[in-house]
């Protein structure tokens, strides 16, 4: 395979993702536009309206006179098994008896049309046996012990030794908040059933696989049976990796009973009310420093909000453990992982999956010990940054290869200008105070390591299925979900190069779990990585029986055949693409393959919490400048450069769009996007008037990307590429780290230590005047 794209006929190069005009011009079809048979009934979720208690009845008589026509449909009319859980069994898709969050599905009402489902709906009462004390907040799980699993907990060095005799000690707390996923699409699915017990299952999920596995658990019918499809979602963060099952079995369910086609879309507020969210964090820590900085013991703990049921929250804690080193090299170190189950929505996977959250606890941490000590957070990281002298292995037995730390400050130093605006910085900051003016600034680097691989090591492996049609034109199905990363377009790309052919001879099909079967989430970023390798390993399969024909046809030994550009080229000899796969066919000659791919060299233990779970490692960087009103507490970005490691890229324009993405979602998640959950556990904020997701005032009026130069993947991955989906999001911590920077300077009496993310308004305001009641 080709390390470098200089010569290439697509991969390197910046294709639009396919279908983005037919996107922007409303033809792409997503789940909501397929034409449904006349007989398609619609579902409305019945959900529970307390934190906690027992179910005494389901009143549904006064919605059955309202509305004759419905059907209401229980746990009870379960078939097969009331469970969808991804990894331990303890997830209903419908509580049966007892209820365990507000929100949580009871049952579904299946009416002629979705308006008169959701009327039906209201008419319903649920009566409860209150449990008079919900768990609602993570303080309260972590004191009454309420977790999930086995509390995780893992050490290098001695930690507490260090601290106790380290020069300097800091000792403290801090919470970061969840985040709505916020997709455009709210969950959907469209289950339909045929003879024999067949289902076709159209979910907007992640994961084709899994919903076929779900809807197979609850209708107790064979797999095999179930065909589960996708074309595109209309995105998908992490929140459609394990919760899109869910409504998909609720949907299919309909469809077994009544033995019609039922198709279940729900509003924005049942989507936000029932489906799971980034995991709220707190962080609790000690650390002790020598007074350049250099950390001589960390000792951390975390607390992730799982929510009702585990779901996916055992990998994402996973996750942010192993994130918690970020670039650093700590070798006295102790941390552990409490996931508390608390009466909330569970909460799941969303974009960077608990990297974010380690990620920002280590950055919070060594922003306080760079002011306690006084001295440059820069200057601070130098002294622990992974390097041969500082060490190279994680504190979870990885070895860090590779590193790029270095490269990527020098490459910044010249795209920002750091070390001088800075100065600027504190200059403007000056000259606000002395003029009594309420502006301050604030600027900030944050540099990020991220792990690619799924980190439990089954999940690691792709499959893909490639025709080539006698009229030369290409089929390409594999495991992976569209969901706006280009995914698609970089296998596709992949697939062209193997054959060498224009990228429009290959045609994008969608995902299906009829033509590549037993697949993982698109999920962990690796997308490209995995199912980019499957395609390539398909092409190539079909390709060398090509060229063997090839040869005979020429009379030509193969190594003197190329493929060029759509044509087969030996010497003076010369056919089309479109020739050659005839003459295969009326030789005889199979045009068609599979391909699997398994991500070599991973190895992890999670019972000891030990190995290298990641194939390899991106690096990234961002500079934010950030300005606060400390009049108001409102904050804006007003410039933001960032480096990502790419690899050698597949797309560097879709991975650009990855990286604005990533890094304004981050900064949603850091500075507005605010879930409210009133006393009662009732999430209040359930829309866009409450919610506040990053408009177009959010992106940086000055914001410079750049893929950092020259870097091909020093391991073998598809052409040399780098996995892009989730990293960038890690990076606007920048901007968080800005804000504190603004806030630390906006008067002698100001405390940056109490602004928790996000970082509204309100929290800005109580951290410049040092008011602890926020
Ligand atoms: N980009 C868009 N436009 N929409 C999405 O839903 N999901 C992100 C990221 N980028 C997402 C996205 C998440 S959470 C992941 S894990 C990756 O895409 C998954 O796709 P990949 O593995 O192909 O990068
Ligand atoms: N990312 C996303 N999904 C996952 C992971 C991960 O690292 N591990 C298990 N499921
Ligand atoms: Mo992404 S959170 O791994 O779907």
Redesign the pocket.
């Known amino acids: 395979m080709a390390l470098d794209n200089k010569n290439n006929i697509s991969v390197g190069k910046s294709h639009y993702q396919d279908s983005s005009f037919r996107q922007l011009t409303g033809r792409a079809e997503y789940i909501d536009d397929i034409p449904l048979s006349e007989n398609t009934l619609h579902g409305a979720l019945i959900l529970s309206e307390i934190p906690s208690g027992m179910i005494t009845s389901i009143e549904t008589e006064k919605a059955k006179k309202f509305d004759p026509s419905i059907t209401v449909i229980t746990a009870k009319d379960i078939p097969g098994r009331n469970d969808i859980a991804p990894i331990f069994a303890d997830e209903p898709i419908f509580a049966e008896k007892e209820v365990t969050y507000v929100g949580q599905p009871i049952g579904l009402i299946v009416a002629s049309s979705m308006e008169r489902a959701r009327a039906a709906v209201n008419e319903v009462k649920i009566v409860y046996k209150k449990d008079k004390t919900p768990i609602l907040d993570l303080d309260l799980a972590f004191k009454k012990k309420n977790f999930f699993l086995k509390p995780i907990h893992f050490e290098r060095g001695k930690a507490n030794e260090q601290i106790k005799q380290a020069p300097h000690k800091l000792k403290g707390s801090f919470s970061m908040g969840g985040q709505d996923h916020f997709?455009l699409e709210t969950h959907i699915a469209l289950a339909i059933p045929h003879e024999n017990s067949e289902f076709t299952i159209w979910s907007s999920t992640q994961h084709p696989t899994e919903v076929q596995h779900g809807v197979s658990n609850v209708l107790n019918i064979p797999a095999a049976k179930i065909s589960s499809k996708v074309r595109r979602?209309g995105?998908?963060?992490?929140g459609k990796e394990s919760q899109s099952t869910i409504y998909a079995a609720i949907a299919a369910l309909g469809a077994y009973i009544l033995d019609k086609p039922v198709k279940l879309r729900l509003n924005r507020k049942d989507d936000m009310a029932s489906s799971g969210k980034r995991h709220d964090f707190e962080v609790k820590y000690s650390v002790g420093f020598n007074k350049k900085g250099k950390i001589k013991g960390l000792d951390i703990t975390l607390l992730s909000n799982a929510g009702n049921v585990c779901d996916l929250s055992a990998p994402v804690m996973s996750r942010a453990l192993t994130h918690l080193d970020n670039c650093y090299s700590f070798k006295d170190f102790t941390a552990r992982g409490y996931i508390c189950k608390t009466n909330t929505v569970s909460n799941t996977?969303?974009?960077g999956f608990g990297g974010p959250q380690g990620m920002l606890a280590i950055e919070t941490i060594l922003e306080r010990v760079s002011r306690f000590l006084g001295i440059d957070l820069d200057a601070l990281r130098r002294e622990n940054y992974y390097s041969p002298k500082n060490g190279i292995k994680t504190p979870y037995g990885q070895i860090v290869k590779n590193i790029k730390i270095e490269k990527i400050i020098n490459e910044m130093e010249t795209f920002a200008g750091l070390e001088k605006r800075k100065l600027l910085v504190e200059r403007f900051n000056t000259s606000q105070i002395n003029k009594n003016q309420p502006y301050r600034k604030g600027i900030a680097f944050m540099p990020a390591k991220f792990g690619i691989s799924f980190n439990k090591v089954s999940l690691n492996q792709a499959g893909a299925l490639v025709h080539v049609y006698t009229d030369g034109s290409v089929r390409l199905n594999h495991g992976?979900t569209e969901?706006?990363?280009g995914?698609f377009t970089k296998v596709a790309q992949v697939v062209s190069e193997c054959f060498n052919i224009p990228l429009d001879y290959v045609h994008i099909a969608g995902t299906n779990t009829d033509e590549v079967p037993n697949t993982s989430a698109?999920?962990?970023?690796?997308?490209?990585d995995i199912n980019g390798m499957a395609a390539w390993k398909a092409a190539s399969v079909i390709k060398q029986r090509m060229l063997k024909h090839a040869s005979k046809v020429f009379q030509k030994p193969p190594s003197s055949i190329e493929f060029k550009n759509g044509l087969i080229l030996s010497g003076n000899k010369s056919m089309t693409f479109k020739e050659l796969a005839f003459s295969c066919w009326e030789n005889r000659i199979s045009l068609s393959s599979t391909g699997f791919y398994k991500t070599p060299k991973i190895s992890w233990d999670q019972e000891k919490f030990k190995g290298s779970p990641y194939f390899y490692f991106t690096w990234g960087a961002a500079v934010s400048e950030a300005i606060i009103d400390i009049d108001t507490g409102e904050s804006r970005i007003l410039r933001a450069d960032i480096i990502q490691d790419c690899g050698s890229s597949l797309n560097p324009l879709i991975d650009r769009g990855?990286i604005e993405?990533?890094f304004i979602q981050g900064i949603g998640w850091l500075t507005c996007e605010e879930l409210y959950f009133n006393p009662e556990g009732k999430l209040l904020t359930l829309g866009p008037s409450t919610y506040k997701i990053p408009g177009s005032r959010d992106v940086p009026p000055e914001f410079n990307i750049k893929l950092l130069e020259n870097t091909p993947n020093e391991e073998k991955t598809i052409f040399r590429s780098k996995?892009?989906?989730?990293p960038p999001l890690l990076l606007s911590i920048s901007h968080f780290l800005a804000l504190k920077n603004a806030v630390s300077m906006a008067s002698e009496t100001s405390n940056a230590d109490l602004l928790n993310a996000p970082a509204t308004p309100s929290k800005i305001l109580a951290a410049v005047h040092n008011d602890h009641s926020m």
């Open positions: 997709y979602l995105g998908g963060f992490g996977a969303f974009r992976g969901m706006g990363q995914l698109t999920a962990a970023s690796s997308g490209s990855q993405g990533g996995a892009v989906g989730e």
